[in-house]
């Protein structure tokens, strides 16, 4: 069953791409979608209700374990400022050495729950919770701060899927992120084989070209092995700077422009995997 689970994982997130740059999608629409890479990738789903069931009753399992954790903390720092408001009226340093430490510890449990709120669970990159609560204004998703953002597209990557399977594709996917990582930049997930990078207001469009077209380089000359056989894979990107105030949808619309004129020019080069 958790095979069986994989498999509809990757099928979603498969789907899920597909329909990313479709305006419209009706539920006929999306479930005709998913039938069809679903009988691409000889996948059967005998007891949709159940495996539905499963899925929910997952989610909700998570979030009751997210609240539970959240109303231990805020209950564990309200007895902490309590006992610490009276050890600091009775002058007691003990205690206060004591509050201090559980503080610390109760600090790094947060920390902890915050990170698990921000990461795609495959890839360990940022989400798009990160970008809305981290970089945008709330209820109108404009940017608080001035930047540079840079979106980035793996190219072939059905390819890679289609010949080596999934598993590998999820594998792909983990060595692209940890190697965007080594930028020092934020790396969002935002869609399936899709990720942006957010640079400081300091680092500008020259830089960040010249960053991701060395990193490209530099990944291009990798053979990752799949079973038997090895291959390459390279990426796409497109980069704009963004001002406090400007929309997401709409600098992402204009880093996509540009990821795709990219795209057109790497091709010419790299044939395939």
């Given at each position: 069953?958790?095979?069986?689970?994989?498999?509809?994982?990757?099928?979603?997130?498969?789907?899920?791409?597909?329909?990313?740059e479709l305006p419209i999608v009706t539920p006929?629409?999306?479930?005709?979608?998913?039938?069809?890479?679903?009988?691409?990738?000889?996948?059967?789903?005998?007891?949709?209700?159940?495996?539905?069931?499963?899925?929910?009753?997952?989610?909700?399992?998570?979030?009751?374990?997210?609240?539970?954790?959240?109303?231990?903390?805020?209950?564990a720092l309200s007895q902490n400022t309590s006992?610490?408001?009276?050890?600091?009226?009775?002058?007691?340093?003990?205690?206060?050495?004591?509050?201090?430490?559980?503080?610390?510890?109760?600090?790094?449990?947060?920390?902890?729950?915050?990170?698990?709120?921000?990461?795609?669970?495959?890839?360990?990159?940022?989400?798009?919770?990160?970008?809305?609560?981290?970089?945008?204004?709330?209820?109108?998703?404009?940017?608080?701060?001035?930047?540079?953002?840079?979106?980035?597209?793996?190219?072939?990557?059905?390819?890679?899927?289609?010949?080596?399977?999934?598993?590998?594709?999820?594998?792909?996917?983990?060595?692209?992120?940890?190697?965007?990582?080594?930028?020092?930049?934020?790396?969002?997930?935002?869609?399936?084989?899709?990720?942006?990078?957010?640079?400081?207001?300091?680092?500008?469009?020259?830089?960040?070209?010249?960053?991701?077209?060395?990193?490209?380089?530099?990944?291009?000359?990798?053979?990752?092995?799949?079973?038997?056989?090895?291959?390459?894979?390279?990426?796409?990107?497109?980069?704009?700077?963004?001002?406090?105030?400007?929309?997401?949808?709409?600098?992402?619309?204009?880093?996509?422009?540009?990821?795709?004129?990219?795209?057109?020019?790497?091709?010419?080069?790299?044939?395939?995997?």
């Amino acid at each position: 069953m958790e095979m069986d689970e994989k498999k509809l994982e990757i099928l979603s997130n498969e789907v899920k791409s597909s329909i990313g740059e479709l305006p419209i999608v009706t539920p006929s629409l999306y479930r005709s979608i998913f039938e069809e890479y679903a009988k691409k990738n000889h996948i059967e789903i005998e007891d949709e209700q159940e495996v539905s069931k499963n899925v929910i009753a997952q989610q909700c399992s998570k979030l009751t374990t997210l609240q539970e954790q959240t109303y231990e903390n805020a209950n564990a720092l309200s007895q902490n400022t309590s006992n610490a408001i009276e050890a600091i009226q009775n002058k007691d340093d003990e205690t206060l050495k004591q509050i201090l430490t559980e503080t610390k510890k109760l600090r790094q449990e947060v920390d902890k729950l915050k990170e698990s709120l921000y990461k795609d669970e495959l890839t360990n990159a940022l989400n798009r919770k990160w970008i809305h609560d981290k970089c945008l204004r709330e209820g109108v998703s404009t940017f608080t701060e001035n930047g540079t953002l840079a979106i980035i597209d793996l190219n072939y990557f059905k390819q890679v899927n289609d010949t080596h399977g999934h598993i590998i594709g999820d594998k792909v996917l983990i060595f692209i992120t940890n190697e965007l990582k080594k930028i020092g930049s934020p790396v969002i997930r935002y869609g399936g084989d899709e990720f942006i990078i957010i640079f400081k207001e300091n680092i500008s469009i020259e830089k960040a070209h010249k960053v991701l077209d060395k990193l490209r380089e530099t990944i291009l000359s990798k053979k990752l092995k799949a079973h038997s056989s090895t291959f390459t894979v390279s990426f796409s990107f497109g980069i704009t700077a963004f001002k406090d105030g400007d929309l997401l949808e709409t600098v992402v619309e204009q880093a996509d422009k540009d990821m795709y004129e990219d795209k057109i020019q790497i091709k010419k080069r790299v044939t395939g995997i």
